[in-house]
């Protein structure tokens, strides 16, 4: 299974972005859906994560401000993000947690990451 993220750019301070994640490859269920960033010199930390059934839980940092969302017809999550600050610039993961079959344990899985760049 492999996560493929798009979207990420470079925005102006109060500007808006779009990310995107879908999974290909053989799996029976996308179970949860996230995002995580990481900033220069920082760890990885989470901004945000959707369940099958469309639960949602956010970083205090980005609430009101990010949505996460997801189609589960195309296994797709999305994070909007608006009111863009410079303190939201790192490079954002996708994450999924998959059930390969369908009595499978739910296996981790992470995309390429995607560069968020917002300048003030």
């Known amino acids: 299974v492999q996560l493929q993220a798009s979207g990420g750019g470079l925005v102006h301070f109060g500007g808006s972005l779009r990310l995107s994640c879908a999974p290909s490859g053989s799996f029976f269920s996308v179970v949860t859906m996230g995002w995580y960033r990481q900033a220069p010199g920082k760890q990885r930390e989470l901004v945000g994560t959707i369940t099958i059934g469309g639960t949602t839980n956010y970083a205090d940092s980005v609430k009101g401000r990010f949505t996460i969302s997801r189609d589960n017809s195309k296994n797709t999550v999305y994070l909007q993000m608006a009111s863009l600050k410079p303190e939201d610039t790192a490079v954002y993961y996708c994450?999924?947690?998959?059930?390969?079959?369908?009595?499978?344990?739910?296996?981790?899985?992470w995309g390429q990451g995607t560069q968020v760049t917002v300048s003030s």
């Open positions: 994450n999924a947690g998959v059930r390969l079959g369908r009595w499978a344990d739910i296996s981790d899985y």
